[in-house]
């Protein structure tokens, strides 16, 4: 009680940013710098004091300013060398941590640089810089929260900082990264192409979206062998879009690396692929050279520490320092001890580049029902087997028809056409040992592993039972659990499964047959239904889709209807969308509807 306790004080902190850096001014510190770093070793420590030189103490309990200080040193990771200079220059990607940091000293004067001030009020997720037009192209498309963020992916872009778009599903991360790479263009000051990598299950997607959203941007789809990728590679400032695989780009880095093509934004989609910073996948991401970064993913990136390190390690390379120091400061203090200082402090480094929203925060402006076509491409044998299997039905059909007339050959198109479909959602449905996997297949578990991580319950239709054999084979393997009910589930086993689906949280996925479940069945407790087949009748497949989507369903129901490109599915969705009123009259079967269709639409579907 007799001896002096003194506290620490931080008179002044001068912040500004010029010549993009960060500079920092803490000339009015009270503590001799030469025993701050002891004092700090001991804060560590969780010491209750320290004994100054001079005999008196620092109480370094409830000590703001030294609270300050640490988040200061170890989050902006400077050295104590760099304290005993008056001013501290460091990248000006800094500046959002340490605004959030000087909230939470109260008594000390902080004089800031307008720069600064421009940089952290641009970058409030809600507000945003006024001064950033919606490019007019897009203004009717985009929903509000979009626009939201559109302004903060361009203010970050304002800045040279990368960043994280972890929108929940179906709220449209895509449209919004379409927008800023079609307002560059449209700004029109130079073009530059910029490069979308992604998943081979969504490279289609991504060009159709860039057809149907945006004002003519010239997209240039990545494909083909070695050669032909190459010769594409070579032509890529002819476009304003690449889009390439994860896995073409693993083998064409070194082409790009050729190149030596700066790209405008270079955007990584479904980033977990980046989630193992050793992986090939990961590595060969990094080596592209971009202007600014963005990764997109829909599930919350908390759940994996170090898959949120490598996903920092390529939007902003160094931001969350060498792995080696963020896993002692943060994942393991996180992991292991649960700590809520290390997490604190980790969150306020991330949160200004990491925007996510979920649907039940912006749930009043979603329509009801989200719709999403997802398109896929044959794999290379795959294609050889649909192409062989078309050439020859379509002869075969022919010369029935001539024979028999088209009125008596409607049971041999409808078998044909069968055989095509099933070719597209997996060739080994009717050929055995068949090796070659499916697109379509990979596509849909992608989707599955994606929803279910983020914490959606899915509904999976398809006309095919013999087709969930080879999907509950790759859901086991991924340790998903799920539910199946076909045409032989008796009736009270059919209520059991669905009153548990709706209950039990872990139960993640329901295989459900078309026929078998179009109807009577209560699920909402699904958010989300995968349509893996396009079935003839687009009744039956809403009839289907209102399983989830129905009263008592609190959550926005998403749907996807995944569509083999240049297929027989391509042929029958575009039927449905041309004959709506027909098939709206028409009986629910789908002999009926080929009843319905003339000679010359039945050929067509064999082009």
Same mark, same amino acid.
């Given at each position: 009680k007799a001896r002096e306790i003194k506290q620490p004080k931080i008179g002044t902190i001068g912040v500004k940013v010029e010549n993009n850096l960060l500079t920092i001014d803490l000339e009015n510190l009270n503590i001799d710098v030469k025993e701050l770093e002891e004092i700090m070793v001991k804060y560590e420590l969780k010491k209750k004091y320290y004994k100054l030189k001079d005999g008196s103490f620092v109480n370094l309990e409830e000590n703001s300013d030294i609270e300050f200080i640490d988040k200061l040193m170890t989050g902006m990771d400077i050295d104590y060398k760099d304290l005993e200079k008056s001013n501290i220059k460091l990248p000006v990607n800094r500046s959002l941590y340490l605004n959030q940091l000087l909230k939470t000293i109260p008594d000390t004067q902080i004089v800031k640089n307008s720069d600064y001030k421009k940089i952290i009020n641009g970058l409030d997720k809600e507000n945003g810089e006024d001064d950033i037009k919606i490019p007019e192209s897009l203004e009717k498309i985009l929903r509000y929260y979009q626009k939201t963020g559109y302004k903060w992916l361009k203010t970050l872009d304002n800045y040279r900082f990368g960043g994280i778009l972890a929108d929940d599903m179906g709220l449209g991360k895509t449209v919004q990264m379409l927008s800023i790479v079609a307002g560059y263009i449209d700004e029109g000051t130079e073009r530059r192409a910029s490069i979308v990598i992604c998943p081979s299950s969504l490279t289609l997607n991504w060009q159709n979206e860039a057809e149907k959203f945006t004002n003519g941007l010239k997209t240039l789809v990545i494909r083909g062998n070695a050669q032909e990728r190459k010769e594409q590679i070579a032509k890529i400032g002819e476009y304003d879009l690449i889009i390439t695989s994860y896995d073409l780009l693993k083998r064409d880095?070194? *082409?790009?690396?050729?190149?030596?093509?700066?790209?405008?934004?270079?955007?990584?989609?479904?980033?977990?692929? /980046? $989630?193992?910073?050793?992986?090939?996948?990961?590595?060969?991401?990094?080596?592209?050279?971009?202007? *600014?970064?963005?990764? /997109?993913? @829909?599930?919350?990136?908390?759940?994996?520490?170090?898959?949120?390190?490598?996903?920092?390690?390529?939007? +902003?390379?160094?931001?969350?320092?060498?792995?080696?120091?963020?896993?002692? %400061?943060?994942?393991?203090?996180?992991? $292991?001890?649960? !700590?809520?200082?290390?997490?604190?402090?980790?969150? +306020?480094?991330?949160?200004?580049?990491?925007?996510?929203? *979920?649907?039940?925060?912006?749930?009043?402006?979603?329509? %009801?029902?989200?719709?999403?076509?997802?398109?896929?491409?044959?794999? %290379?044998?795959?294609?050889?087997?649909?192409?062989?299997?078309?050439?020859? =039905?379509?002869?075969?059909?022919?010369?029935?028809?001539?024979? $028999?007339?088209?009125?008596?050959?409607?049971?041999?198109?409808?078998?044909?056409?069968?055989?095509?479909?099933?070719?597209?959602?997996?060739? !080994?449905?009717?050929?055995?040992?068949?090796?070659? @996997? !499916?697109?379509? /297949?990979?596509?849909?578990?992608?989707?599955?592993?994606?929803? *279910?991580? =983020?914490?959606?319950?899915?509904?999976?239709? !398809?006309?095919?039972?013999?087709?969930?054999?080879?999907?509950? $084979?790759?859901?086991?393997?991924?340790?998903i659990t799920y539910f199946k009910l076909t045409g032989s589930t008796k009736v009270d086993e059919r209520i059991k499964l669905v009153d548990e689906f709706n209950e039990n949280k872990d139960v993640k996925v329901f295989l459900i047959s078309l026929k078998a479940g179009g109807t009577g069945l209560n699920l909402t407790g699904a958010d989300m239904v995968i349509h893996y087949d396009p079935w003839w009748n687009a009744s039956a497949e809403n009839q289907a889709t209102d399983r989830a989507y129905r009263i008592g369903q609190k959550n926005n129901v998403q749907v996807y209807k995944l569509i083999t490109k240049n297929s027989i599915e391509e042929k029958i969705y575009e039927l449905q969308q041309k004959k709506a009123e027909l098939i709206d009259n028409m009986l629910d079967t789908k002999t009926s509807f080929i009843n319905k269709l003339s000679k010359e639409d039945i050929m067509k579907l064999f082009e």
């Open positions: 880095v070194e *082409t790009y690396k050729e190149n030596k093509y700066q790209f405008r934004f270079a955007i990584a989609d479904e980033a977990q692929y /980046l $989630k193992n910073s050793n992986t090939q996948n990961a590595k060969a991401v990094k080596e592209i050279l971009a202007d *600014t970064r963005y990764a /997109l993913t @829909g599930t919350p990136i908390e759940n994996s520490l170090a898959e949120l390190w490598s996903i920092f390690d390529y939007i +902003m390379p160094g931001y969350l320092f060498g792995y080696k120091k963020f896993k002692n %400061e943060y994942e393991t203090p996180i992991v $292991k001890d649960n !700590s809520e200082k290390a997490m604190k402090k980790l969150k +306020m480094l991330i949160e200004p580049f990491v925007l996510r929203r *979920t649907k039940k925060q912006v749930l009043t402006e979603l329509p %009801e029902k989200t719709i999403t076509v997802l398109n896929n491409q044959m794999k %290379e044998e795959q294609e050889k087997i649909y192409l062989n299997y078309l050439a020859q =039905a379509k002869q075969e059909i022919a010369e029935t028809i001539n024979i $028999k007339g088209f009125e008596r050959s409607h049971i041999q198109v409808l078998a044909a056409l069968t055989r095509l479909r099933q070719i597209c959602c997996h060739p !080994s449905l009717f050929i055995k040992d068949y090796k070659e @996997g !499916s697109s379509k /297949l990979e596509q849909c578990i992608e989707i599955i592993k994606d929803a *279910t991580e =983020a914490g959606h319950k899915i509904l999976l239709f !398809s006309g095919y039972t013999s087709m969930f054999e080879l999907i509950e $084979k790759e859901l086991n393997a991924n340790d």
